[in-house]
């Protein structure tokens, strides 16, 4: 997910994708530990996107002032 991309999400909307991508990070991480894991490139691609995420809503809070 680019970051252009995130930026145009309202709140609600990075809340959610914030929440389906640690959930799907839970799940790869299992899938590494049983070493059923097909992509760990995956893994490192969705911490990123997770860090990204969590930026721009930062970004967002501090334009808002609720820090």
Do not use: C, H, W, Y
Not at 60 to 66: D, F, S, V
Request: positive net charge.
């Amino acid at each position: 997910m680019k970051a252009s991309e995130i930026k145009e999400l309202t709140e609600a909307e990075l809340r959610q994708k914030l929440n389906d991508a640690e959930q799907e990070l839970f799940n790869l991480r299992l899938q590494q530990s049983s070493g059923q894991l097909e992509k760990p490139s995956r893994i490192r691609a969705l911490r990123r996107d997770i860090a990204r995420i969590q930026t721009v809503a930062r970004q967002q809070a501090l334009a808002k002032g609720t820090a």
